[in-house]
């Protein structure tokens, strides 16, 4: 019978074998996995590492990446038309620059030999070289385990915290904003100002983090819904803490908190699904009936204009950030999007302040035919807006939701939502 070593040394042989057959068409291989202690190669820690690595930077160009999974740990081939030396060298820039550099073996082939380092690789905690640590065995695997934990773990969430912080700015900035609240003016809101939403970010991230925290360690999504679930409501109870019971955020709650927890799921283990059909699935799951219990103005749009709001985009997969994605590149982009968000999905928040189901479609209609290239339009719509108290606060969570995805996809390959 085979122990779990013979079978890692079996899965290191295949690998090695897919490379001599991947010789006959690529003069150079690059094979990139994690360098991880102990017999399980396959936990949380592994995907989180590999997954850091965006393919679009990595410092060579590559024809074709394989990817396989193996008791040996995930790992992905790269057939690179390009001088073995070279790459090599630029792999070990990389091995020695990135966050979790120290964490990956990038090694690479000629159609000889693997090449080799001429300065040996350091241990994480100690920093002699390596091999002497691994042979002496110089460290305990809980040791090494709660090194790269803590550090990976820490690499995801300064990074998070800047992709959320980032794309509420952009929202929030955005200047004039018809009737939302901008750095200039209130907009159609007495009870908020740009201050007031400023603080209100700072006290909400936090439950974000948290949320990526737990997804990373759970086995099954669908068994930590009602713990998610727990963290949104003490993200809204912290905002209502410094709003003084006014909703700033209570949308982008919702749609944060189940983009972050699928986003954190997804990267820290091996996945069938698409991204965007593992979104639609827990959306389901939040949104079951045993799991919504408080009826909110929504609920009653729904029933009685049949207009589905947040929750229908989430169960449909959000079909609008969808293109609102093709439409954003940078932040040059956000009032395109906005508008496209207003005139194009189902916002309650407007539809609570419009006057009537017909004047909600007129606002609409308005958007539809705004031209934003025209500053003056912008401008007036604006101001109509103010005017006569409106607000699209659906669209501006949406627009939110989606410069975060923008920001996940260019940084990480499994992340698609197109």
Same mark, same amino acid.
């Given at each position: 019978?085979?122990?779990?070593?013979?079978?890692?040394?079996?899965?290191?042989?295949?690998?090695?074998?897919?490379?001599l057959?991947?010789h006959?068409?690529?003069?150079?291989?690059?094979?990139?996995k994690?360098?991880?202690p102990?017999?399980?190669?396959?936990?949380?820690?592994?995907?989180?590492?590999?997954?850091a690595?965006?393919?679009?930077?990595?410092?060579?160009?590559?024809?074709?990446?394989?990817?396989?999974?193996?008791?040996?740990?995930?790992?992905?081939?790269?057939?690179?038309?390009?001088?073995a030396?070279?790459?090599?060298?630029?792999?070990?820039?990389?091995?020695?620059?990135?966050?979790?550099?120290?964490?990956?073996?990038?090694?690479?082939?000629?159609?000889?030999?693997?090449l080799?380092?001429?300065?040996?690789?350091?241990?994480?905690?100690?920093?002699?070289?390596?091999?002497?640590?691994?042979?002496?065995?110089?460290?305990?695997?809980?040791e090494?385990?709660d090194?790269?934990?803590?550090?990976?773990?820490?690499?995801?969430?300064?990074?998070?915290?800047?992709?959320?912080?980032?794309?509420?700015?952009?929202?929030?900035?955005?200047?004039p904003?018809?009737?939302?609240?901008?750095?200039?003016?209130?907009?159609?809101?007495?009870?908020?100002?740009?201050?007031?939403?400023?603080?209100?970010?700072?006290?909400?991230?936090?439950?974000?983090l948290?949320?990526? =925290?737990? %997804?990373?360690?759970? +086995?099954? $999504?669908?068994?930590?819904?009602?713990? !998610?679930?727990? *963290?949104?409501?003490?993200?809204?109870q912290?905002?209502?803490?410094?709003?003084?019971?006014?909703?700033?955020?209570?949308g982008?709650?919702?749609?944060?908190?189940?983009?972050?927890?699928?986003?954190?799921?997804?990267?820290?283990?091996?996945?069938?699904?698409?991204?965007?059909?593992?979104?639609?699935?827990?959306?389901?799951?939040?949104?079951?009936?045993?799991?919504?219990?408080?009826?909110?103005?929504?609920?009653?749009?729904?029933?009685?204009?049949?207009?589905?709001?947040?929750?229908?985009?989430?169960?449909?997969?959000?079909?609008?950030?969808?293109?609102a994605?093709?439409?954003?590149?940078n932040?040059?982009d956000?009032l395109?999007?906005?508008?496209?968000?207003?005139?194009?999905?189902?916002?309650?928040?407007?539809? =609570?302040? %419009?006057?009537?189901? +017909?004047? $909600?479609?007129?606002?609409?209609?308005? !958007?539809?035919? *705004?031209?934003?290239?025209?500053?003056?339009?912008?401008?007036?719509?604006?101001?109509y807006?103010?005017?006569?108290?409106?607000?699209?606060?659906g669209?501006?969570?949406?627009?939110i939701?989606?410069?975060?995805?923008k920001?996940?996809?260019?940084?990480?390959?499994?992340?698609?939502?197109?």
């Amino acid at each position: 019978m085979m122990t779990i070593s013979d079978e890692i040394l079996d899965a290191r042989e295949n690998r090695y074998l897919r490379i001599l057959k991947l010789h006959v068409r690529f003069d150079t291989l690059v094979s990139l996995k994690v360098n991880y202690p102990g017999s399980d190669k396959n936990e949380s820690l592994v995907y989180l590492i590999l997954n850091a690595f965006n393919h679009e930077c990595l410092p060579f160009s590559y024809e074709k990446v394989y990817s396989y999974e193996s008791l040996d740990g995930p790992y992905y081939l790269f057939g690179v038309n390009e001088d073995a030396k070279s790459v090599k060298k630029k792999t070990i820039e990389l091995e020695e620059t990135h966050e979790l550099g120290r964490f990956i073996d990038v090694d690479v082939y000629n159609k000889k030999e693997c090449l080799s380092r001429s300065v040996k690789r350091k241990c994480y905690l100690c920093g002699r070289i390596a091999h002497e640590c691994v042979r002496l065995k110089k460290h305990s695997f809980e040791e090494l385990n709660d090194y790269i934990n803590e550090t990976v773990i820490n690499f995801y969430l300064k990074h998070l915290y800047d992709y959320i912080d980032q794309a509420m700015m952009v929202e929030l900035d955005l200047d004039p904003k018809f009737g939302l609240v901008t750095k200039s003016t209130c907009g159609s809101h007495e009870d908020m100002d740009y201050s007031l939403m400023i603080k209100t970010k700072k006290e909400i991230i936090p439950y974000f983090l948290d949320m990526f =925290k737990l %997804s990373v360690k759970i +086995d099954k $999504y669908e068994d930590f819904v009602d713990d !998610f679930r727990k *963290l949104g409501l003490q993200a809204e109870q912290a905002m209502y803490k410094v709003t003084n019971h006014v909703n700033t955020y209570k949308g982008l709650i919702f749609h944060m908190g189940l983009m972050i927890s699928t986003y954190g799921y997804m990267i820290s283990r091996e996945n069938k699904l698409s991204f965007t059909e593992m979104i639609q699935r827990n959306a389901q799951l939040f949104l079951k009936p045993s799991h919504v219990k408080n009826s909110t103005f929504g609920d009653v749009a729904q029933q009685k204009y049949n207009i589905k709001g947040a929750k229908g985009e989430a169960l449909e997969a959000y079909p609008h950030v969808r293109e609102a994605l093709k439409l954003y590149n940078n932040q040059a982009d956000a009032l395109k999007v906005l508008v496209y968000l207003i005139y194009n999905i189902e916002d309650t928040n407007l539809l =609570k302040r %419009s006057k009537s189901l +017909d004047f $909600y479609k007129k606002v609409k209609k308005l !958007f539809k035919e *705004l031209n934003i290239n025209h500053q003056n339009q912008v401008n007036q719509l604006s101001e109509y807006c103010i005017e006569h108290r409106l607000s699209f606060g659906g669209s501006a969570d949406l627009l939110i939701v989606t410069i975060f995805i923008k920001k996940l996809m260019e940084n990480h390959k499994k992340i698609s939502f197109l």
